[in-house]
C-alpha cells in the first residue's frame, strides 16, 4: 500500500494534470501553483517556486489570457504554433513536480514520456480538432471546441487532484481519441 501512496497515486495525479495541461497550458499549472500555495500539496524539492505568491499571480493571469485567447478564431490557430510545444514542457514539469519521492532519472524519464508525451499528444488532437472545425464551420464552431476544452482542462485538473486513479483512466481514452483522430487527419493528408 505504501508503494501505491507514495508512487503510484503522485504519478496517477502528474499524467492527468499533464493531459489537462494538453487542453489548457496554463490552468492545471496554476492550480497546482494555487493548492501548494495554501499548503495542501508537497512539491519537489526544486519546484517549490510553484508555491510562491508570485507564481500564483503569474500562472493565474496566464490562464485567464489563454482562456481568454482561444474564442479569438483567428488567434486560437495561432496560439496552437505556441500551446504545443508549451504544454509539452509543462506536462513534463508538472509530473516532475508532483513526485518527490522518486529518483531524478526515473523522475525525469517518467517525466518526458508520460508527462510531456501525453501532454503534447493531446494538444495535437485538440488543434486537429479546431482545425476541422474551421474547415467545416469557417471557424464558427470554435467557440464550442474553446469551451469544451476549457471545461476539460477544469475537469480533469479537479479529478487528477481528487481521484488520480479515475484520471489517469480517462486520460487513456483522451489518448486513445487523440491518436485515432491523428491518424484520420494523416491518411486524408496522405490521400490528398
Known amino acids: 500500500m505504501e508503494f501505491f501512496s507514495e508512487y ?7 499524467i492527468g494534470l ?17 493548492v501548494s500555495y495554501f499548503g495542501n500539496f508537497t512539491l519537489s524539492e526544486n519546484f517549490h517556486w510553484l508555491a510562491t505568491l508570485p507564481a500564483v499571480i503569474a500562472f493565474g493571469a496566464a490562464t485567464v489570457l489563454e482562456i481568454i485567447a482561444y474564442y479569438i478564431p483567428w488567434l486560437d490557430h495561432l496560439l496552437d504554433s505556441v500551446t504545443i510545444p508549451s504544454s509539452i514542457a509543462g506536462g513534463t514539469m508538472l ?41 467545416m464551420s469557417g471557424g464558427a464552431t470554435n467557440f464550442i471546441i474553446a469551451t469544451i476544452e476549457n471545461a476539460g482542462s477544469l475537469f480533469l485538473t479537479i479529478v487528477a487532484f481528487l481521484i488520480p486513479v479515475i484520471a489517469v483512466i480517462i486520460v487513456a481514452g483522451f489518448l486513445y481519441f487523440c ?6 487527419v494523416k491518411r486524408t493528408v496522405a490521400g490528398s
Request: some cysteine.
Open 95 to 135: 509530473l516532475a513536480s508532483v513526485n518527490p519521492e522518486l529518483e531524478p532519472l526515473i523522475k525525469w524519464t517518467l517525466a518526458l514520456i508520460a508527462g510531456g508525451g501525453t501532454a503534447g499528444i493531446i494538444s495535437v488532437g485538440t488543434a486537429m480538432t479546431r482545425l476541422k472545425s474551421t474547415a
Open 8 to 14: 503510484l497515486i503522485p504519478i496517477f495525479l502528474g
Open 179 to 184: 491518436v485515432l483522430l491523428i491518424r484520420k
Open 18 to 34: 499533464s493531459a489537462a495541461c494538453g487542453l489548457r497550458v496554463f490552468l492545471p499549472v496554476f492550480a497546482l501553483s494555487l
